[in-house]
C-alpha cells in the first residue's frame, strides 16, 4: 500500500504527510473531482492498493477526518471468473 498527501495512522486516528502526489496522480484527481463536483483540492489523500487475483476488498471505514466525498478508483479488475 502507498499512501500520497496524507498518512492516517489508525492506532492513534491522526495524520501524517506523507509523499506529494506524482503528476499521473494529479490528473486522476481531477478527473475524481470533476465526477464528485468538488475542487481537486479537497481530494487530500490517495491510497494505492495491490490485491492479488481473486482477493477482495474487506470491510472497512473511511476515516473521517478527511470528510466527504470519499472516491474509489478500481484499475484493471476482472471481475468474476466464468
Known amino acids: ?3 500520497f498527501g496524507w498518512n492516517y495512522v ?5 495524520l501524517t504527510p506523507a509523499a506529494e502526489m506524482p503528476t499521473i496522480l494529479l490528473a486522476l484527481r481531477n478527473r475524481c473531482a470533476t465526477a464528485a463536483a468538488v475542487v481537486p483540492e479537497a481530494l487530500k489523500q490517495v491510497i494505492v492498493s495491490r490485491y492479488s487475483e481473486g482477493a ?3 470491510a472497512h471505514i473511511d ?3 478527511f470528510g466527504e466525498p470519499v472516491v474509489g478508483v478500481s484499475l484493471l479488475g476482472r471481475g468474476a471468473s466464468p
Not at 489508525?10 to 491522526?14: G, L, V
Open 1 to 3: 500500500m502507498l499512501c
Open 63 to 65: 476515516a473521517p477526518v
Open 10 to 14: 489508525t492506532t492513534s486516528k491522526s
Open 56 to 58: 477482495g476488498i474487506g
